[in-house]
């Protein structure tokens, strides 16, 4: 584990080509999550080029830890309701912060699901660049079966992630389960590992591809993407013009040129 990240429910090791393993430490309590600021962090870490997110013990996460919010206190307190609003909305902006710092992390993120991935499950792994499960994966929009609506990403996100709204407003008003091979074939996933041992081994051997690359391209692509998906083409090439007006000059264009022509590996500046 880096010294650097240390997490009560969250396990961070950084391999020496640049790859964080993120893994939900939390089996006894099927790794349900808690609001955690570990991508905030670890997007301004120049040793780290590519992100892999998976879950500990049988399951990825069982979703939000609902035994844990502060909400209970606010249920439970004689503040009038204007107060009770004024605390929740701080608690679910906190939340959902810690999953928007997924996308806005400077690193791809790439998500090894395995086993449940519920409520919660969904917001953290719409907010990752990269999903891949294993064959006994399921998946639910869980919050409808608890007496709400999903707050913290999912209603955003996943009607941008699998483009079908028919089916994402069936899987949020009725909370079905699944599966790995429905996963596929909607495209929340786009790609299905025998178990969980090796789709965290696909998972490393894509980060391990884009880790290689130049972090100034891979960092642009990143930031271009998610600029594109939220507006128009032209805004986002106009947006563009102006983002590689500057990046256009790093010193990682003639690098790679150069280690196409030799055939051997660049090698890259740290960020």
Known sequence: MSEKYQYETIKVDITSDGIAHIQL???KK????????????ITDDNNVFCIVLSGSGRVFTAGLDLSENNLNEVYGSSLDAARKAYRNRAFIQDFQDSFTAIELCSKPVIAAIHGACIGGGIDLITACDIRYCSKDAFFSVKEVDVGLAAD????????????NHSLVRELCYTARNFHADEALQCGLVNKVAENQESVLAEAIKTAKIIASKSPIAVLGTKHLLNYSRD?????????????NSAMLQTEDIPRSIEAFVSKKPAKYSKL
């Open 152 to 163: 913290v990403g999912t209603l955003q996100r996943l009607p941008k992630v699998i483009g």
């Open 30 to 41: 099927l790794n349900t999550l808690s609001a955690q600021h570990v991508f905030r962090t």
């Open 231 to 243: 507006h128009s083409v032209a805004e986002g090439l106009a947006y563009t013009v102006t983002w």
């Open 25 to 27: 430490n939390r089996p």
